[in-house]
């Protein structure tokens, strides 16, 4: 954009280091603009063009964005004594606890959960420099993100956006804490009153946002881990009178047909047999699966469906894969994607698959608008945005756009009308959001319309249970594909050691050194070849299932 208006003898605009797209100064910049937007729609999410370094994209105010929460106003009490089993929050409002002895409940942070009156000013001026923490955080990220000329992902652009908090902010660490029987006695009171609960009771499951996403991922396990035991239940029972069957979802593989055999056995199962706890076999290969030859499974099957030369998925400029528009694959391969996310998940294997936002947008059926197209195609959202805040009246002799986008495939160019007659319809002042609308339509949903419909059929088929729905989108990602940040302090000390080894044996000090010393890469690869991905789990690497383990 700055190299188009410096052409045109405009002053390059000033780019921004957060905060929304500003308008064109003049029409030789809207033109720059909107050269922009034409040659951008001729790609696909596949081939988006880098932002420009330091230029990020937000939801302004008064934007939505989905889950978001509205801003607090003065804080009530923050401690409550959780005892005998419940606790009294607010009038006719009860907590249950499952807890005997006393617990202290800190809900100190941006929302409350009680409403007891007392002094708050202190409180709320903590409340404000968290707030502030928070935002400051956002800027350094943004401006790290310029400086090294990389566009910010979809959740640091919306939690920077117009000082809007992150949805972690939210999270109550000591609610995301309790033990396990606790948040199973809330999943099982949500469940037996149809996942319905009592106005006048405090079920954590229909407050979802007061929980972490390591919470709500135990919750999720523990669904998971009643629908398998039914499966593997019902599995005995039909073996006790008809002879047969499994308790475990047993798929037997050739490494040299991966997915072809994975193809032929998933897609004969019935979704209830999916939740069956998995267990992998590779032909002609002796052992037992103790999760090693799964998560080995899974980190073949990721990188088999994201070969190149399969073309099944594109890198967006944010390093995530979206599904590619251009795939000639059928529908079959695009379900078994979708069920290996699935089966992932219910089997608590993280995939190297960080796919783009959006997608998991889709999944949980949230509507999607301007602000994730331009997480997913930088340089044309931006656009985009300048094109709404244009503030002359000559948007159709100016930008000269119309309702139709440019397709590019296989060396082929063909035209597609955004809507009914849209080569003869113009883009105007008045029209201008009907046009962005439906570019977003295209882009992230008509394009990949065949694709994503047999990936969400596959993907829903194993993990469409009621605690799936207790995740945003970016939670939902993060247990999915979990996180990209490594930190090898956090697994040094979540290490566990057998054998004779201790954190002082002189073999495991050489050991760390040597992992310090080591590069970016050298990490992730150390990572995969222990774990069978190179991505740490939600809550980072002290949570890895089974923990890391030093040995003799």
């Known amino acids: 954009a700055a190299a188009a208006a410096a052409a045109a003898g405009e002053k390059p605009p000033e780019p921004a280091a957060h905060g929304?797209?500003?308008?064109?100064?003049?029409?030789?910049?809207?033109?720059?603009?909107?050269?922009?937007?034409?040659?951008s729609s001729?790609?696909?999410?596949?081939?988006?063009?880098?932002?420009?370094?330091?230029?990020?994209?937000h939801r302004g105010a008064g934007a939505s964005s989905a889950g978001g929460a509205a801003a607090p106003g003065p804080a009530a009490s923050s401690t409550h004594a959780l005892g005998g089993g419940s606790v009294v929050l607010a009038p006719g409002v009860t907590f249950m606890s499952g807890i005997d002895e006393d617990v202290d409940v800190d809900v100190d942070g941006v929302h409350r959960i009680a409403s007891a009156p007392r002094e708050h000013d202190d409180d709320f001026g903590r409340i404000q420099a968290r707030v502030a923490a928070w935002?400051?955080?956002?800027?350094?990220?943004?401006?790290?993100?310029?400086?090294?000329?990389?566009?910010?992902?979809?959740?640091?652009?919306?939690?920077?956006?117009?000082?809007?908090?992150?949805?972690?902010?939210f999270y109550n660490s000591t609610l995301s804490e309790l033990p396990d029987a606790v948040l199973r006695m809330h999943y099982d009171a949500w469940r037996l009153r149809g996942y319905r609960v009592d106005p006048a009771e405090l079920n954590l499951c229909a407050t979802p946002f007061l929980l972490s996403a390591a919470a709500k991922r135990r919750v999720l396990a523990y669904e998971a881990q009643l629908q398998q035991t039914q499966q593997a239940h019902n599995a005995m029972a039909r073996a006790l009178f008809f002879g047969g069957g499994s308790p475990y979802l047993v798929l037997q593989v050739r490494r040299d047909n991966l997915l072809g055999d994975a193809l032929a056995f998933l897609n004969q199962q019935h979704p209830h047999t999916l939740k069956k706890p998995l267990r992998v076999v590779f032909t002609g290969e002796d052992g037992v699966d103790a999760g090693g030859v799964t998560r080995e499974f899974f980190q073949l099957t990721t990188e088999a469906l994201t070969d190149p030369m399969l073309a099944m998925f594109t890198r967006l400029p944010s390093g995530e894969y979206s599904l590619s528009p251009n795939s000639l694959e059928s529908g079959t391969e695009f379900r078994l994607a979708g069920l290996v996310c699935g089966l992932a998940i219910y089997n608590n294997v993280v995939l190297d698959l960080p796919l783009a936002l959006f997608l998991y947008r889709k999944l949980l059926g949230e509507a999607l608008d301007v602000f994730d197209l331009t997480a997913a195609m930088p340089e044309l959202g931006r656009g985009l945005q300048q094109l709404l805040r244009y503030e002359g009246d000559d948007v159709e002799d100016v930008f000269c756009l119309d309702f139709t986008v440019t397709k590019e495939a296989y060396g082929a160019t063909t035209t597609v009308e955004l809507v009914e007659g849209g080569a003869d319809k113009p883009v105007t002042s008045a029209n201008r959001s009907e046009y962005v609308e439906a570019l977003v339509r295209y882009h992230l949903g008509t394009a990949i319309e065949r694709q994503f419909a047999a990936f969400a059929k596959g993907f829903l088929s194993v993990a469409d249970g009621p605690a799936?729905?207790?995740?945003r989108a970016e939670e939902l990602s993060k247990l999915v594909s979990g996180q990209g940040y490594l930190d090898y302090d956090e697994l040094r000390r979540a290490t566990v050691y057998e054998g004779?080894?201790?954190?002082?044996?002189?073999?495991?000090?050489?050991?760390?050194?040597?992992?310090?010393?080591?590069?970016?890469?050298?990490?992730?690869?150390?990572?995969?070849?222990?774990?069978?991905?190179?991505?740490a789990p939600i809550g980072g690497l002290a949570k890895l299932d089974p923990p890391f383990k030093l040995q003799r």
């Open 135 to 169: 935002l400051d955080d956002g800027h350094s990220r943004a401006s790290a993100a310029a400086d090294a000329g990389r566009p910010l992902s979809a959740e640091e652009l919306e939690h920077t956006a117009w000082g809007l908090v992150h949805f972690s902010a």
């Open 20 to 39: 929304p797209a500003q308008a064109p100064s003049s029409p030789a910049a809207a033109a720059a603009v909107a050269q922009i937007i034409r040659g």
């Open 468 to 471: 799936l729905h207790l995740f």
């Open 42 to 57: 001729a790609g696909s999410t596949g081939a988006a063009p880098a932002a420009h370094p330091g230029a990020a994209v």
């Open 500 to 535: 004779g080894f201790s954190a002082d044996h002189p073999s495991v000090k050489a050991f760390w050194n040597a992992v310090r010393g080591m590069t970016d890469e050298q990490r992730r690869k150390l990572l995969l070849f222990a774990t069978g991905a190179s991505r």
